[in-house]
């Protein structure tokens, strides 16, 4: 089982809908969550953080947390054709930079 | 306020070479960590460092070998290069508190032929 998971994808959604991606994780003793979005070619860039079980809203991006089920999700609502790109899910243990990341779900917006 | 810089952008190294790469944190940020991303592996962690002590290492040969300065610019080394070394070596940046995200640079690509 990998330590993170995350949907296979390729994704494709309608420009204005809401694109979904998956995260789960293997390690109970996780921490913190993150999100990043990594264009073609491009660094990855951070999209959210979150710590705490519950949904933390950042503009058109809301993270959800259920630390129980070992779970991370994304929401992106209203998406945009500029949202195209791979989002790659992120763990960290507690005290460490050990970031463990997901393989990445490609995500196209159709216009 | 300035991004991690990396430097160089691109790289063409043969095998048996060794090669030094470079990265500036943002300022006031003092853990820098690396990462190996390839198409097959996806991103895995190098190493991290701290106040010039590497505190995390990855599962990598020690032909990988890093530093940091006391200015927290830090280096990675690759010696003996393999062609599957070829990969985006990527730098973050994070603040001290330990859970503070990271904060990605553009990179380096390096070739090996």
């Known amino acids: 089982q990998k330590e993170v998971e995350q949907n296979s994808g390729p994704l494709s959604v309608p420009e204005g809908a809401i694109a979904s991606l998956n995260c789960t994780y293997s390690?109970?003793?996780?921490?913190?969550f993150f999100w990043y979005r990594q264009y073609s070619g491009k660094s990855p860039e951070l999209i959210m953080s979150i710590y705490s079980n519950g949904d933390k809203e950042d503009g058109r991006f809301t993270a959800q947390l259920n630390k129980a089920s070992q779970y991370v999700s994304l929401l992106i609502r209203d998406s945009q054709p500029s949202d195209s790109a791979t989002y790659l899910c992120?763990?960290?243990?507690?005290?460490?930079?050990?970031?463990?990341f997901g393989s990445g779900t490609q995500l196209t917006v159709l216009p | 306020k300035a991004g991690v810089t990396q430097t160089p952008r691109y790289l063409i190294k043969t095998r048996g070479q060794q090669v030094t790469l470079s990265c500036s944190p943002i300022?006031?940020?003092?853990?820098v960590s690396w990462y190996q991303q390839t198409p097959g592996q996806g991103l895995q962690f190098l190493f991290e460092y701290f106040s010039e002590t590497q505190r995390n290492k990855g599962n990598f040969p020690g032909r990988f070998s890093g530093r940091q300065f006391s200015n927290s610019r830090s280096e990675m080394n690759v010696s003996t290069l393999e062609l599957g070394d070829s990969a985006l070596y990527l730098c973050a940046s994070a603040m001290t508190e330990p859970n503070s995200p990271l904060h990605f640079g553009n990179g380096t690509r390096l070739t090996v032929t």
């Open positions: 300022s006031g940020h003092r853990s």
């Open positions: 992120a763990v960290n243990k507690y005290s460490a930079r050990q970031l463990t």
């Open positions: 390690d109970r003793g996780s921490q913190s």
